[in-house]
């Protein structure tokens, strides 16, 4: 099991930008994909991004890829989540989680992931 913490989040102006952090502890043997979802207000949990294991290989909600920018450093166990031009849109609770049985391979779906964060609030005011 891998226990995860988000941080970084907050209240930006639009145009703004946040970088969020998703540290990770717990399982000390193999490695997992990380995964970055959000849930807008009223709507249902997105895809946002993931990185492998590796970090070589990244995927990202076709409409962000530009924007964000995923990145990790496994010697402090962390996943980041650069966004850059942030619009009102962008608001939402970000939740980081890991895919526990995939190092290499990045699965968009939520049901894939096993283990997730408490979530960080990301308000972008227009």
């Known amino acids: 099991q891998v226990q995860l913490v988000e941080s970084g989040g907050g209240l930006v102006q639009t145009g703004g930008s946040l970088r969020l952090s998703c540290v990770a502890s717990?399982?000390?043997?193999?490695?997992?994909?990380i995964g970055w979802f959000r849930q807008p207000p009223g709507k249902e949990r997105e895809f946002v991004s993931a990185i492998t294991w590796s970090g070589t290989s990244t995927v990202y909600q076709d409409s962000l890829e530009g924007r964000f920018t995923i990145s990790r450093d496994n010697a402090k166990n962390t996943v980041y989540l650069q966004m850059n031009s942030l619009e009102p849109e962008d608001t939402a609770v970000y939740y980081c989680?890991?895919?526990?049985?995939?190092?290499?391979?990045?699965?968009?779906?939520?049901?894939?992931?096993?283990?997730w964060g408490q979530g960080t609030q990301v308000t972008v005011a227009s």
């Open positions: 717990g399982r000390t043997s193999g490695g997992y994909c």
């Open positions: 989680a890991a895919d526990i049985h995939r190092t290499w391979k990045i699965e968009r779906s939520g049901e894939k992931y096993d283990d």
